[in-house]
């Protein structure tokens, strides 16, 4: 076992890279015609933003609102399909070369917010609009207790829905106040009842570890109650407590509150995941990332987007909230979270007609692309073909980040048994994933994001 010094084990959850805090707005503002011109089309992958929620969670700093009020709603989506316009239009067709969408979601905020009627109109936008076939490609729509409805689920399930994930955290209802989520155990179960109804084939369910007075009886209790519905996945989340949320107090610039500054609490945490990790694999669940667990009899619901790989192909994101991928630049719309701050921008965005250029971005260099591969890579439980970076790079990973590589063996975080040729993290590389995709970040990076000024 290494004597190396590990870093604290939760330091940011590293979903995207580079992460929005160190996008700009740019100067150019380039046309999306151009962005895309030459990029691979053929298997692109669709995200619908709807900002909206019925309540705020205090742990929550994803770009949402509370209520939407004079027919914001009808607003944004008509600002949203002004936007699939523009956007299929810059797409463009050439030949062989044709537009293709290999995955789609809808997220947020929480996308069931709106009606049953508002999601037929949110579906039509992604197939009229932006030409993709949800009912031939995997559709994946987050949901909430209060809002899976039978009228929009009935909806979602007609359009070609193949998974719903519910953000339930907690089955004990005090856990649940705790993270400033107001909910009742008794309503969670009736809206999972709902979902199973509805036949969707995914269900997941989200649940978090480390809110204050949860305890290993009482997370094991919500890992039983979750496997009651034998949800075909199962995320478990560790608890961040950032600013400008609910939860959040004042800390040193720049740096997520709970990361770093409580030894106890990271503890906790992580004995808290390695207690749920292997509880869900002694029920049948195979795990795909530090977060993420699918049964194992479970249908293989992404078989349609087998050729989608996150690390080469691109993204279109619509809605204010969302962020796009071509090869060259990440570029989305302004980014907050307060709350004051977020309503402005969804403003602004509701009264845009031209949405032919990109804002706020940041382009992505050879550097950044190949810590990009790696870093998304090495994140999944089935980590890295070494052939394929070095046929994308013309080099290996090992030639271009030796010292982060031979720290992370150091630190027995990569799996020494992997076949040749596959670099891939050990059981307590996963464990440490909020620690290692950090390290992974450029200079450059890290100093965007340290001086992104808070909102």
Known sequence: ???????????????????????????????????????????????????????????????????????????????????????????????????????????????????????????????????????????????????????????????????????????????????????????????????????????????????????????????????????????????YVRPLTGLGRPGPAGQDLGAGGDSAWDDQRLRLYRQGRDHLLAHGYEQLSMRMFRRQDAPFQDAGADDYACQTDGMIGLGCGARSYTSALHYSFDYAVDMREIRAIIDTYTATEDFSRAEVGRRIDGDEARRRHLLQSLLQARGMVEADYRERFGSGAAEDFPAELARFAALDWLDESAPTGLLRLSPEGLAYSDALGPALFSPAVRASMAAYERK
């Open 1 to 239: 076992m290494s004597t190396t010094l590990a870093p604290r084990p939760y330091e940011s959850y590293v979903y995207a890279y580079p992460h929005k805090t160190a996008y700009r707005p740019l100067e150019d503002r380039p046309a999306l015609r151009g962005l895309w011109a030459g990029e691979r089309r053929a298997a692109l992958s669709l995200y619908l933003h709807i900002p909206f929620c019925e309540i705020r969670c205090g742990f929550c700093n994803l770009f949402t609102r509370i209520g939407a009020p004079d027919e914001l709603t009808t607003r944004y989506l008509d600002a949203l399909d002004r936007q699939a316009t523009a956007v299929r239009e810059a797409l463009g067709d050439s030949g062989t070369d044709s537009v293709r969408f290999a995955a789609a979601a809808f997220g947020g905020g929480t996308p069931t917010y709106l009606d049953a009627d508002e999601l037929d109109r949110l579906c039509d936008i992604a197939e009229k609009r932006m030409g993709a076939d949800l009912r031939a490609v995997p559709l994946s729509v987050e949901t909430s207790p209060a809002t899976a409805t039978a009228d929009r689920l009935a909806v979602l399930a007609e359009r070609g829905a193949t998974r719903l994930s519910i953000g339930v955290q907690s089955f004990v209802d005090a856990e649940a106040k705790a993270a400033v989520r107001p909910q009742r155990r008794a309503e969670v179960e009736a809206a999972l009842g709902r979902i199973r109804d509805a036949r969707i084939p995914v269900l997941n369910i989200d649940l978090i570890y480390g809110i204050d007075g949860q305890t290993e009886a009482s997370w094991r209790h919500s890992l039983d109650a979750a496997l009651a519905w034998r949800p075909e996945e199962l995320y478990l989340y560790p608890l």
